[in-house]
């Protein structure tokens, strides 16, 4: 027996004390993040709003088992906020879908839970479905049949996991109803209520198609209501790295009306979602810092094109995996002898220092400005600058690999940087005059 079939549905059952000390902490999070946005230049916040929404698009398509274009969804999200962005070439109906409605949910934190709000975010996410869908669905509307929730094998093999309430559209709007009507008047701190929402919408499966994305997008909705504005975090990324563990806790719940584990695990990932996005921000004001660094560098077409595609696909991408000759091709068309001055040159001005060696070994990060704290106390310096120093000199003896020992104006640089950092410490000093000495 589901629990759509017992007599008490949809009374669902939960401790809002067990939760207390969690969305104690998910709103001191919260108010963090909007500190750490607080240090970016305005001219970036909205860099920062496109990059979380970026993710979010991606990730809730993924849990799907949708793989969209990045850059397609970067475009769509930022001409749907206003921003001047030039129109891409090609048919991307899915990534305009999703953006669309993840924009329009950011834009409705004030209006009122509605079957026409949810309606228009259906036929947004499913913009232009009608060239990929093999049999028609209907948009923006509730269905009018029965639904089965189906599991595949890798065999094919399928087997039915779920049966939703509702054989037609009367009976799923009037699911729909109970639904709404208790979303408008829940007294409860937004983790607790996305949690509630999101399970009890799923378990409607009011539509053909989208139940999750859209399920996904309440919860959203619900935990905008804490504040005056979307907080910026996004809980698919999460959700998606824990898939398996997120469609299990659900399955766990199709059989009884009683949700405090449910919560709890929702809570946590919505915490777990804010640590995420903190690091989301917190790469945000790098990126700003870096190009304040190197304001002053000229650089051509590809070394253009290809700095701003590594900050464009974010900190999981090249900034954590390095840039290689072949990718450097890749993204700019340009031949090896091309690609390699180019790189150099790039190391040689500081956007970028080498790790590794051989052309397959051989890769570039990039060179994020190090902090330098002036009003530091002295006496402190080495306990919070040392992981700091450590890593400037390995950029030194990367730098000194790459050039043979050739001076140039990156190693220049770095040694400067190390210099000021340190702020003449002898322990620091000796530990660079020694690598330096090694290499002369």
Known sequence: MYHWQQKNWPLFEYDVTRFEVSVSEYSKKAYSIEGALSQIPLSDHNDAFVHLLVEEALSTSAIEGEKLNREEVRSSVARFLGLKEPERGGYFPKEKGIAAMLVDVRKSIKSAMSKTLLCRWHTLLLHGSEDYYVNPITKGDYRDSSIDVIREDLYGDSEIIYKAPGNNR??????MDAFIQWYNSANCSGPIKAAVAHLWFVAIHPFQDGNGRVGRAIAEHALFQDFSRPPLFSMSSMINTNRMEYYQQLRNTNASLQINEWIAWFVELVRTSQDKS????????????FWAEYAEVKLNQRQEKVMKKIF?????????DGLTNEKYRAITGAPTATATRDLKSLVDNGLLYPSGEGKRGLRYFVNFPQEKNLFADKGDVSLVTDVSLIKILQKIERNIEYFRGEKNSGLTKLIDEYKALSLDERVA????????????
């Open 170 to 175: 009367t009976e799923v709007e009037h699911e």
């Open 278 to 289: 903190l690091e989301s921000v917190e790469f945000v004001l790098q990126k700003s810092k």
């Open 312 to 320: 464009t696909v974010g900190a999981d991408g090249f900034v954590r």
């Open 429 to 440: 000093d000796r530990k660079l005059e020694k690598l330096l000495g090694r290499n002369r």
